[in-house]
Every structure is written in structure tokens, then in C-alpha cells.
């Protein structure tokens, strides 16, 4: 399945030409939940069992795969059925990880990265060269997020038009190839604010690294959750802004 379109543009570079251009496809998948629980997003039709996955456990909804009791992809619609660790969620019309509301209270809900794994400064920089060499659908279109999953011999990519979704289907595809996510680490493109880092930290993850910025909220939670955050990965340097001793220079 083609991740996008051909559509004609007029280019404007001294005299204006018409060309086709590229543009990644996106469309609206609804996922609900138990029949109770509702959320519509826009993504990437591709890795949908993956994304879902990953979704169930970044919002804490699954602490593993195995609470999913049925997971059904019906062309835009994925129905999910799982053993909720709360049952007053039921209640709830709609819940998102994509958005910054409410973030003081669900780090409440996290419990700390211990994990002591370490990685170099090397590591990040080669971990980022696979990040962009794989990146097909940005190159393509220039409109899509990537991101991986890096772990002992593990290297899981995915791209989507939303940066939170990208990382939502690395950790699904993490979580049911059974990947130790207490020594792995994220590599993407994009801030990192509050939700970000909280979806990373309920998963165990202990280090995500971008070439972007951190925000304060996120850098918050990254600090009182137990995360290293790299942030400015570019030109074989970066800054390390919480809990530096997982990378070793």
C-alpha cells in the first residue's frame, strides 16, 4: 500500500512550474475501547495493530500484551477489547496521549525508571544515522515523523504524519516482539513535551533522544520520572538534560 499521493503543485523558484509532488496520506482511524472508550486520530495507515498496541500501554490502559482479550482491524476502525486496570476509565468518553491536559496528575501514575543501561555517545550518533537512512516516507514527502526502537540487536523504525503515533507503533511492535524495553531506547524526530515522556516512562524506556527540543513540561517529567533526555542530536553533538549517567562520553 503507497503511504502517499501524487498531486500537482506549482513550484516557484524564479518562474513558476507545475509539477507533481509527493504527499504522505493520513486518515482517520477510530479506536474504541471496551465499546465505551472513544478516540479519533489522523495517522499513517500502515502498522495499525502495532499502534494500538503501543497506545493501549503509553496511556497506561495494558501493562502487557496479554490483557488485550481481542483486537479487530475493520478498515478505519480498530475495536479493542481489554482487561482495564481501571475500571472508572469505562466512564470516560474520550482519553488522548497527544495532548499536553492533565499531565501533573498522570505522572502520578508512573512509576520510576529504574533501569540502570547505559549506552554511548556513539551508539546515539549511529542510532541516528539508521534513523534517517530509514526514514523513506520523510525523504519522499517531507511530511512524516520517524522513529525506533534501539535495543540489544533490535532495531524497530516506523513513520507517521503524528510524532506521537510514530512512537506509539515502535513501542507496540516492541511490545509484542517481547523487546526488554528496560535496555532499549527511543530515537525520533520531534519535541518532546510532557505526554511524550510520560508515555516513554510508563513503558520503562529509560533514555529518548530527538533532534529537537525538550519543553519544560517535559523536561519536568523526564527529571521526576527517571528519563534521560537527549535532546539537538545533530553534527555529531547533543545536550543531555536529565539523569546523564546512562550515556557514557
Given at each position: 500500500?503507497?503511504?502517499?499521493?501524487?498531486?500537482?503543485?506549482f513550484?516557484?523558484?524564479?518562474?513558476?512550474?507545475k509539477v507533481?509532488?509527493?504527499?504522505?496520506?493520513?486518515?482517520?482511524?477510530?479506536?474504541?475501547?471496551?465499546?465505551?472508550?472513544?478516540?479519533r486520530?489522523?495517522?499513517?495507515?500502515?502498522?495499525?495493530?502495532e499502534f494500538?498496541?503501543?497506545?493501549?500501554?503509553?496511556e497506561?490502559?495494558i501493562r502487557?500484551?496479554?490483557?488485550?482479550?481481542?483486537?479487530?482491524?475493520?478498515g478505519?476502525?480498530?475495536?479493542?477489547?481489554?482487561?482495564l486496570?481501571d475500571?472508572?476509565?469505562?466512564?470516560?468518553?474520550v482519553?488522548?496521549?497527544?495532548?499536553?491536559g492533565?499531565?501533573?496528575?498522570?505522572?502520578?501514575?508512573?512509576?520510576?525508571?529504574?533501569?540502570?543501561?547505559?549506552?554511548?555517545?556513539?551508539?546515539?550518533?549511529?542510532?541516528?544515522d539508521?534513523?534517517?537512512?530509514?526514514?523513506?516516507?520523510?525523504?519522499?514527502?517531507?511530511?512524516?515523523?520517524?522513529?525506533?526502537?534501539?535495543?540489544?540487536?533490535?532495531?524497530?523504525?516506523?513513520?507517521?504524519?503524528?510524532?506521537?503515533?510514530?512512537?506509539?507503533?515502535?513501542?507496540?511492535?516492541?511490545?509484542?516482539?517481547?523487546?526488554?524495553?528496560?535496555?532499549?531506547?527511543?530515537?525520533?524526530?520531534?519535541?518532546?513535551?510532557?505526554?511524550?515522556?510520560?508515555k516513554?516512562?510508563?513503558?520503562?524506556?529509560?533514555?529518548?533522544?530527538?533532534n529537537?527540543?525538550?519543553?519544560y513540561?517535559?523536561?519536568?517529567?523526564a527529571?521526576?520520572?527517571?528519563?534521560?533526555?537527549?535532546?539537538?542530536?545533530?553534527?555529531?553533538?547533543?545536550?543531555?538534560?536529565?539523569h546523564?549517567?546512562r550515556?557514557k562520553?
Amino acid at each position: 500500500m503507497k503511504l502517499y499521493r501524487e498531486v500537482v503543485a506549482f513550484k516557484v523558484d524564479g518562474k513558476t512550474v507545475k509539477v507533481k509532488e509527493r504527499v504522505v496520506k493520513d486518515s482517520e482511524i477510530h479506536v474504541i475501547i471496551n465499546g465505551a472508550i472513544s478516540r479519533r486520530f489522523y495517522v499513517t495507515p500502515s502498522k495499525l495493530k502495532e499502534f494500538a498496541v503501543g497506545y493501549l500501554l503509553g496511556e497506561g490502559l495494558i501493562r502487557r500484551v496479554s490483557d488485550i482479550n481481542l483486537l479487530d482491524i475493520n478498515g478505519e476502525s480498530i475495536n479493542v477489547e481489554i482487561n482495564l486496570k481501571d475500571a472508572n476509565m469505562e466512564k470516560e468518553p474520550v482519553i488522548g496521549s497527544d495532548s499536553l491536559g492533565g499531565w501533573r496528575s498522570k505522572i502520578e501514575s508512573v512509576e520510576y525508571v529504574e533501569s540502570k543501561f547505559r549506552i554511548t555517545k556513539d551508539e546515539v550518533f549511529e542510532a541516528f544515522d539508521r534513523l534517517v537512512k530509514g526514514a523513506r516516507l520523510w525523504r519522499m514527502t517531507g511530511g512524516a515523523h520517524v522513529a525506533a526502537l534501539v535495543g540489544e540487536g533490535e532495531f524497530v523504525l516506523a513513520e507517521d504524519v503524528s510524532r506521537h503515533v510514530a512512537v506509539d507503533k515502535i513501542i507496540g511492535a516492541g511490545a509484542i516482539d517481547k523487546v526488554d524495553f528496560a535496555r532499549s531506547f527511543i530515537v525520533y524526530s520531534g519535541r518532546m513535551p510532557a505526554d511524550m515522556l510520560i508515555k516513554v516512562a510508563r513503558v520503562g524506556i529509560p533514555i529518548i533522544a530527538s533532534n529537537a527540543a525538550p519543553t519544560y513540561s517535559g523536561y519536568k517529567v523526564a527529571k521526576d520520572a527517571g528519563l534521560t533526555m537527549v535532546g539537538f542530536v545533530r553534527d555529531g553533538r547533543f545536550n543531555i538534560y536529565t539523569h546523564p549517567e546512562r550515556i557514557k562520553i
